[in-house]
Structures are given as structure tokens and as C-alpha cells.
């Protein structure tokens, strides 16, 4: 089973800054099999990117998604006060697992 | 507009069975491989099973195989999930989920609302 570790576990941010949030894995993720999600309380996951770099239908240009191999990073160039919520990484290049996600928060 | 519906949760006491639906609407059901993912209270997420599109290929975490069995109705344009032997550890927010693209593991494009089932007695 391929293990994802996201970094850090809480992001304190003010609207408007930068968002840096990132997903290593135990093993290589083939075919840069690497999505992100994007949570609300009380919401089911909203899909954000696939492919590690590809956004999904309707998700603003400010969220970008990169990497390779072990190491997968989603951007959120200037934080929208919508945007503060938990993030999922999740890989299916085989057996799909989880992140244990990280919450980004108002500072 | 995609939309999936999940129906079927609950209280059950431990080692009891509950049966999960899931209903598709907006898209052609047999074309995709679905999934389901459960996050238990204040936790993170968990992919449980997933289903290929013809039925034909199941697949189950390690956590569930043996109690669990996921299976598709395509005239029905709905998703199951069988789940016998519950324990307490199953206690979770079930949601249902299509996958994205033709992959049978893949990323989960259209998610449903959920469904809550509590294992206690």
C-alpha cells in the first residue's frame, strides 16, 4: 500500500496569501496518478485536480497542482475566503489511498 | 446534471449487516468504474471498494474484504454496498463516487451527499 504524508497538518493563512501544501508518498506514484480534494464541513470532497496537474471542470485558475514520483504539491496562489477548508492528496496509480489532509485555516 | 444519491444508512448493532444504494443520474453508469469512501467521525477519508463498469472486476481495501461486497445493478443505474459483520470501527459517513476517466482505480470526479452509518449497541 502506497502511504501519503501531507504537510503540515494546519496552514494558518490571511486571504489573499499563498497557499503551499504537500503530499509525499512512500513509493513511486505511477503515471503521476495524484489527485486533490478539497473538503468543507458538513460537504462531501470536491475533486480540484487529477493527473497531479490537470484542474477539474469549474475549479478556478488559483489552485495548481505539481509533481512527480514521490513528492505532489497543490498551490493556491492568493487564498479566496471560500478556500479555507481541508485538503485530501489521494493516489490510484494502484490500490487508492489518502492523505491524512491538511486544514488550512484563517489566520 | 451528475448526480449520485446514497441511501441505506443507520444504527446496527455489531456483527449486523446494513446494505448501502447508491443512485446515478446524468451520465451513462456502465461506462465508469465506481467507488466507494468512508471517513469516520473527525477523521480523514478511506477508500472502502470500487466496482469496473461492466460489474466484472471488484476490488476491496484490507480493512473490509470478507464483510464487505460492493456490486452494481446497470438497469437500475445504481450502486450497493453489502456490509455483513460490522464493527465498531465501521462507524462513518459512507459516500459513493464516480471515477474519473476510464482507469479502473482512478480519481473520484462526482461524489455523492453520503450516507451516516453507526455501529453500536
Known amino acids: 500500500e502506497i502511504v501519503l504524508t501531507q504537510s503540515p497538518g494546519t496552514l494558518s493563512l490571511s486571504p489573499g496569501e499563498r497557499a503551499t501544501l504537500s503530499c509525499r508518498a512512500s513509493?513511486?506514484?505511477?503515471?503521476?496518478?495524484l489527485a486533490w480534494y478539497q473538503q468543507k464541513p458538513g460537504q462531501a470532497p470536491r475533486l480540484l485536480i487529477y493527473?497531479?496537474?490537470s484542474r477539474a471542470t469549474g475549479i478556478p485558475d488559483r489552485f495548481s497542482g505539481s509533481g512527480s514520483g514521490t513528492d505532489f504539491t497543490l498551490t493556491i496562489s492568493r487564498l479566496e475566503p471560500e478556500d479555507f477548508a481541508v485538503y485530501y492528496c489521494?493516489?490510484?496509480?494502484?490500490?487508492?489511498?489518502f492523505g491524512q489532509g491538511t486544514k488550512v485555516e484563517i489566520k | 446534471d451528475v448526480q449520485l444519491l446514497e441511501s441505506g444508512g443507520g444504527l446496527v448493532q455489531p456483527g449486523g449487516s446494513l446494505r448501502l444504494s447508491c443512485a446515478a443520474s446524468?451520465?451513462?453508469?456502465?461506462?465508469?468504474?465506481m467507488s466507494w469512501v468512508r471517513q469516520a467521525p473527525g477523521k480523514g477519508l478511506e477508500w472502502v471498494a470500487a466496482?469496473?463498469?461492466?460489474?466484472?472486476?471488484?476490488y476491496y481495501a484490507d480493512s473490509v474484504k470478507g464483510r464487505f461486497t460492493i456490486s452494481r445493478d446497470s438497469s437500475k443505474n445504481t450502486l450497493y454496498l453489502q456490509m455483513n459483520s460490522l464493527r465498531a470501527e465501521d462507524t462513518a459517513v459512507y459516500y459513493c463516487?464516480?471515477?474519473?476517466?476510464?482507469?479502473?482505480?482512478?480519481?473520484?470526479?462526482?461524489w455523492g451527499k453520503g450516507t451516516t452509518v453507526t455501529v453500536s449497541s
Open positions: 513509493q513511486s506514484v505511477s503515471s503521476s496518478s
Open positions: 466496482i469496473s463498469g461492466s460489474g466484472g472486476t471488484t
Open positions: 446524468g451520465f451513462t453508469f456502465s461506462d465508469y468504474a
Open positions: 489521494q493516489q490510484y496509480g494502484s490500490s487508492p489511498t
Open positions: 463516487a464516480k471515477n474519473g476517466g476510464l482507469r479502473f482505480f482512478g480519481y473520484m470526479d462526482v
Open positions: 493527473g497531479a496537474s
